[in-house]
């Protein structure tokens, strides 16, 4: 062992020099005693050097529990060197356990954090969706609906049972029992779809309901997830398809119809006068140029819609479409004793337009106006700017359109019941003029209407001239036809 002279000197001097000082009296008094004084010293100086050993030994112990990094991988020496070197590795295995944890607990406190800003996500995502959701446990115990099943009253408020669960949808029998049979089917049909009725404001609304049971990994399961789906629109356009349909048929119905009644006569024989064979053939002719304009809409229209046509647009003074539209219409007005009226504005109004679409919208509109205004009634064809858009009124001392007919009126193929006595048509003029308008002019189309009076129809049209390239050969366009010729 290494001795330390500062902790030498500092532990046994004061027991050393007492030890002195009681051999120097007992000599002076007793020489006899000066034996035994020596053994005496001896035992005092054996004291000190096991006290001072003692000291050092837990000095060093002391130095290695606070600083064991400093102990090297040697075998301290002394009386607590085993004790010193077990308590050393011991604090090194729990030091680096208590490393291992934290690391582990900072992991465990970030993926914790992620994993909770995910939930918040899709819980957010989840309410934010415009279907109706709700997510039931493996007892069909409801967990979770969103904002929007709420509104169907699929919940009765948001309040959590004990369990945690929003309850059951008891109140919802047709809903409940779709739940239950994914889940206790799952294994066969793990999705379910049905179309169920909800009642909302006192209205009945279909709903396609699809039910889907819910795996983990394992392949155990954690519940179902019901989404509903508002069929409305849907059905509403299935019924407006098969309307569309049932329309059509019935217009190429009537003209062929005809058509084949006339050649039977003409084949039989029955017709064999000259002058009546040509009667003949003039109406089968008529009904063939009556097909040929039902299908040529058909197209234009289904064109227009799809996005096939190719328009031809060009910067021009839109008085100019106006006016060659008004020369078409002005004679047929005329011929049946009716006052038309042009009334243009004055000013330039720049446009960047289709003539040959945008001029048959027009005719459209000025040709409706003469077929279902009496004689000598009144047409009028104005123009103006009004901001930014460029105004095409066409109005009549006509009929007048009822108001349960006005939201129909660009329908295809809808033709006012209370008209149909005073033109023919195939109804589908109007709402090819809405296709100009809207679709290939980025415009507007609006009427007013009153019974007796007459109508009006508003056509708006962007104003501003455009420069642009056009291309050196044009896809080809529609036919323009007067629909309701």
């Known amino acids: ?88 590795t011991l604090l090194r295995q729990y030091e680096s356990e208590l490393q291992r944890l934290s690391v582990a607990k900072g992991e465990l406190e970030i993926s914790g954090k992620l994993q909770k800003k995910q939930a918040r996500r899709l819980d957010a995502a ?49 809903l409940q029992q779709l739940i239950h049979d994914t889940r206790t089917r799952a294994v066969a049909a793990p999705r379910r779809t049905a179309e169920l009725n909800f009642t909302i404001n006192q209205q009945a609304i279909p709903f396609r309901t699809t039910v889907t049971a819910l795996f983990d990994d394992q392949n155990e399961l954690l519940g179902t997830l019901a989404v509903l789906t508002d069929v409305r629109e849907e059905k509403s356009a299935k019924a407006r ?75 021009c003074d839109l008085n100019d479409v106006i006016q060659r539209a008004a020369e078409v219409i002005r004679p047929l007005a005329e011929e049946r004793g009716q006052q038309f009226v042009a009334d243009l504005s004055q000013l330039y109004l720049p446009v960047n337009v289709d003539r040959d679409f945008l001029g048959q919208a027009i005719i459209n509109l000025l040709s409706n106006a003469v077929k ?27 009929y007048g359109i009822p108001p349960e007919s006005l939201p129909k009126i660009f329908d295809r193929f809808y033709r006012v019941p209370e008209h149909q006595h005073a033109a023919k048509g195939t109804g589908l003029g109007l709402a090819f003029v809405q296709s100009i308008a809207e679709d290939l002019h980025n415009g507007h189309i609006g009427v007013e209407s009153t019974v007796g009076v007459g109508s009006k129809f508003s056509m708006r049209i962007p104003l501003g001239h455009q420069d642009s390239k056009r291309p050196k ?4 366009k529609p036919e323009p036809a007067l629909a309701n010729a």
Not at 49 to 60: D, S, Y
Not at 139 to 155: E, P
Not at 372 to 398: C, F, N, Q, W
């Open 126 to 174: 989840l309410r934010s969706i415009d279907q109706p959701v709700v997510l039931c446990d493996t007892r069909d115990q409801v967990l979770f609906t969103n904002t929007a099943s709420r509104r169907l009253g699929l919940v009765e408020d948001d309040s959590i049972s004990d369990s945690g669960t929003f309850g059951d949808l008891s109140r919802f029998i047709a």
């Open 1 to 88: 062992m290494n001795w330390d002279r500062h902790t030498l000197w500092s532990a046994g001097w004061p027991a050393l020099s007492a030890g002195a000082v009681g051999v120097v009296l007992s000599a002076v008094i007793s020489p006899g005693f000066l034996i035994p004084s020596c053994v005496a010293v001896s035992a005092v100086a054996g004291s000190f050097l096991t006290a001072a050993w003692v000291h050092r030994g837990q000095q060093e112990a002391k130095a290695r529990l606070r600083h064991p990094e400093l102990s090297g991988t040697g075998n301290p020496g002394g009386i607590f060197g085993e004790v010193t070197q077990a308590a050393v």
């Open 372 to 398: 279902y205004t009496p004689e000598k009634g009144r047409i009028t064809l104005r123009s103006h700017m009004e901001e930014l858009e460029a105004i095409i009124v066409v109005e009549d001392t006509g």
């Open 241 to 315: 398809h098969a309307e569309f349909v049932s329309s059509v048929a019935h217009e190429f119905k009537t003209p062929m119809a005809s058509i084949k009644a006339f050649l039977e006569l003409l084949v039989d024989g029955d017709v064999s006068e000259p002058d009546e064979q040509k009667a003949m053939f003039e109406k089968i002719d008529y009904q063939v140029d009556r097909l040929n304009r039902l299908v040529s809409n058909l197209l234009n229209l289904a064109r227009i819609e799809s996005g096939a046509v190719k328009l031809t647009r060009e910067d």
């Open 473 to 476: 050969k044009p896809a080809a």
